[in-house]
């Protein structure tokens, strides 16, 4: 007992002493990346996939926390390489911000196959490459709808709406970790460059799955009139690498983890003298229509 209360009593004190020195740390002794250092510094992201289309890279600057002054470095040219094809990429807009380029001609991608990024500048090329693995056979439609929730109101104007709210992360012990996305109204050039408005489904089932499973949502409102509208959804392969940056990603966003969080940092990517991650992507599309998600459901009405 007496021994407990020594531990207990030293515990304390080197709790105390931490938290003092915590305390009077000068937040400037940091060591801190120099702006000098970051400029002509660019953040990629971008993909290629299975679909007969344009492909698109996306190419920002790296900016200093607190600093917008770096700028994009001269780009000499862009293009993708597979065995012996190179497939250039013509810039399609420009500005401080960012540079977008496109493939020159659509072209589709095969799986089993590894596609490298180029991207030649000045002072050095910047590449990244990534392994199309191709998409398994497991239905993840039917985990999304098993994930979702639905709530049926009246609005104001007497016309009923239902808000669809589905999982951020959902977690499952699927073999072939996947993105997952639903269109939502929303139609363009490019329906797959972004990780934005998806679902990550994986097989993780690690300590920081029990802490988030639940915790974040995406919500989307849908008028009673569109319930029969086609909409797709669109499932995409996941790398080995790919898919480490993914879970990397997304635990350093989300703020929900709870005691065993670590502070936000930075993530690796594939791109090398650079930021950011290239990736390759099996996609396959599925149509459905709201009312296949509300029939499986029975709505929360408020």
Known sequence: MRQFK????????????ACSRIDEVDINS????????LNGTVAVFGNVTTEMRQHRVTISPVHQWGDNQNVLPEINRVFVLCGNDTI???????DRNKMVFVSEQPFKCETGKTYKLVIETPTGDITAEDYLTPSGNTDYFQI???HTKVRSYQMQSGKMAHE????????TLGEQPVICGLTFYQSGDFPIDSIENVSFIHNDMSLAALFTARLFWYSYHVMEDYLDQNETFITCSVSPEFYTFLLDVFNEDDWSLGLFATISGNVRGNVKNGYGYFFASDVRRQP??????????TPENE
Request: no cysteine.
């Open 6 to 17: 020594a531990l207990l009593l030293l515990t304390i004190v080197l709790l105390s002493v």
């Open 30 to 37: 940091f060591n801190q990346p120099d702006g000098e250092v």
């Open 88 to 94: 250039p990429y013509i810039e399609k807009e420009a």
């Open 144 to 146: 999304i709808k098993d």
């Open 164 to 171: 669809f709210q589905f999982d951020k992360h959902i977690y």
């Open 288 to 297: 459905f229509t709201y009312h296949e998600i509300y029939n499986a459901i």
